[in-house]
Protein backbone atom coordinates (compact mmCIF):
# COMPACT_ATOMS: atom_id res chain seq x y z
CA UNK A 1 0.00 0.00 0.00
CA UNK A 2 1.65 3.54 -1.28
CA UNK A 3 1.60 6.03 1.65
CA UNK A 4 -0.79 8.81 1.53
CA UNK A 5 -0.08 11.22 4.53
CA UNK A 6 3.07 13.43 5.51
CA UNK A 7 3.21 10.88 8.54
CA UNK A 8 3.14 7.65 6.86
CA UNK A 9 5.66 9.57 3.57
CA UNK A 10 7.55 10.34 6.36
CA UNK A 11 8.08 6.74 7.90
CA UNK A 12 8.24 4.95 4.64
CA UNK A 13 10.94 7.08 4.01
CA UNK A 14 12.69 6.64 7.56
CA UNK A 15 12.26 2.71 6.45
CA UNK A 16 13.97 2.73 3.71
CA UNK A 17 17.20 4.78 4.95
CA UNK A 18 17.02 2.13 7.59
CA UNK A 19 17.38 -0.75 5.64
CA UNK A 20 19.56 1.04 3.36
CA UNK A 21 22.04 1.21 6.64
CA UNK A 22 21.61 -1.94 7.57
CA UNK A 23 22.59 -2.80 3.67
CA UNK A 24 25.94 -0.95 4.08
CA UNK A 25 26.07 -2.72 7.39
CA UNK A 26 25.86 -6.29 5.74
CA UNK A 27 28.51 -5.24 2.83
CA UNK A 28 31.04 -4.14 6.24
CA UNK A 29 30.84 -0.82 6.36
CA UNK A 30 31.07 1.38 9.65
CA UNK A 31 27.10 0.87 10.54
CA UNK A 32 25.87 -2.55 12.51
CA UNK A 33 22.46 -3.29 12.86
CA UNK A 34 20.70 -0.91 14.21
CA UNK A 35 17.08 0.36 15.18
CA UNK A 36 14.57 3.02 13.83
CA UNK A 37 13.16 3.93 17.26
CA UNK A 38 11.55 7.49 16.48
CA UNK A 39 10.94 9.50 13.16
CA UNK A 40 9.38 12.95 13.01
CA UNK A 41 8.90 16.20 11.18
CA UNK A 42 11.31 18.38 12.40
CA UNK A 43 10.72 21.53 10.63
CA UNK A 44 8.89 22.16 7.18
CA UNK A 45 10.49 24.49 4.93
CA UNK A 46 9.96 26.49 2.40
CA UNK A 47 12.66 27.20 -0.35
CA UNK A 48 12.30 29.51 -3.41
CA UNK A 49 14.74 30.47 -6.55
CA UNK A 50 15.99 33.56 -4.48
CA UNK A 51 17.73 30.46 -2.07
CA UNK A 52 19.36 29.31 -5.37
CA UNK A 53 22.34 29.55 -7.07
CA UNK A 54 21.57 31.93 -10.01
CA UNK A 55 23.44 28.66 -12.49
CA UNK A 56 20.91 26.40 -11.04
CA UNK A 57 17.89 28.70 -11.76
CA UNK A 58 16.58 26.63 -15.06
CA UNK A 59 16.58 23.51 -13.74
CA UNK A 60 13.88 24.84 -11.13
CA UNK A 61 10.78 23.74 -12.46
CA UNK A 62 8.56 25.90 -9.79
CA UNK A 63 9.02 29.56 -8.41
CA UNK A 64 9.34 27.63 -4.48
CA UNK A 65 8.74 24.24 -2.98
CA UNK A 66 7.85 22.19 0.48
CA UNK A 67 11.22 20.41 1.81
CA UNK A 68 10.48 18.19 4.76
CA UNK A 69 13.16 18.09 7.21
CA UNK A 70 12.98 14.62 9.29
CA UNK A 71 14.53 14.00 12.72
CA UNK A 72 15.47 10.57 12.82
CA UNK A 73 16.61 8.23 15.84
CA UNK A 74 18.80 5.24 15.73
CA UNK A 75 19.70 2.81 18.37
CA UNK A 76 21.70 -0.60 17.63
CA UNK A 77 19.53 -3.59 16.91
CA UNK A 78 19.58 -5.94 19.59
CA UNK A 79 18.93 -9.62 18.66
CA UNK A 80 15.72 -11.20 19.20
CA UNK A 81 15.64 -13.53 21.68
Do not use: Y
Amino acid sequence: MRPTTPAEKLTHICELISAELRDDAARGAIFRAICLVAARLAAPLVRSRRDSRPENLEQLPCKRWDVILPELVFTPETPEA
